[in-house]
């Protein structure tokens, strides 16, 4: 089969597409899947670039969102049929979604909601067990708290303020002028355009000086030690960035602040209450573009490019 590999780590021109070794059932509870689209997260550049080295055992195919049908299924497995359509986020650490075929346990699958192709479905795994797990499970955002979502025009922030909407919160987000109206279509209440206005600023402006509820960081730098000046009292952060350099947290102690620091989530039991949103049409998939297998060294610069002529916004696509 064909697939996506890395055999040295670097930038995007590591990615090769080659011919590997198709896996076949070895357990009675595998399922081996015809993957027709995966997405690109900053979680597989990071993986690209060698920031998980110690994980890993090159040559390396990565990828963590899979949207596919079931081709074969082992013994013990009676739940699913050959030509199901599923989708799931493999496991970290071992055979990534570049790729034609992909073996996993049953109990990663999720049936893919009905209203969707294959191109979206591949836009939620991931990202959905990431959000369900800062919104729901860390920031227990309720109804009437307000949220600010720094860079919502993100694969993350996009799914972000769509479930913030659905659990009845004020959201709060930034994004340059031009991604305001689709970020309102989205269900942000107040967009502040982060390029001409300081946000926290903003935030103690529309808050009349009380600040946020919750703020969820997808952004990294500063947000950690920033953030607590736009929080409210006793106000809750989730992070899912990495901290490279030390962060002064003086302001937060001030505010009885509650840290949470969450790794990209990969579960089934988060992605399920998701996909029951997605059918009843309370959230989308956001689409920023689509690259076919062939072009993922495209896609990657895509997502890491700094000076884009369009501005990203939602979740960059794999087709195979």
Known sequence: MKAITIKNYGGPEVLEVAEVVMPGITAPTQVLVRVRASSVNPLDCQVRRGDYASQFELPIVTGHDVSGEVIAVGAAVKKWLPGDK???????????????????????????????????????????????????TRAQLKKGDSVLIPGGAGGVGTLAIQLAKSLGAFVYTTGQDVLHAPLQQLGADVIIDHHHKDYIQEILAYTKGKGVDVIIDTIGGNTLSEAPLALAEYGRVVTLVDIPQPQNLIRAWEKNATYHFVFTRQSRDELQPISRLIESGAIKPVIDSIYPFHQVRQAHERIEDTKRARPLFGKIILSM
């Open 86 to 136: 599923v989708y799931y986020s493999p496991r970290f650490g071992g055979p990534g979604s570049y790729a034609e075929y992909h073996l996993t346990d049953e109990a990663t699958l999720s049936r893919i909601p009905h209203n969707l192709s294959y191109e979206e479905a591949a836009a939620i795994p991931l990202t959905g067990g990431t959000v369900w797990e800062m919104l729901v």
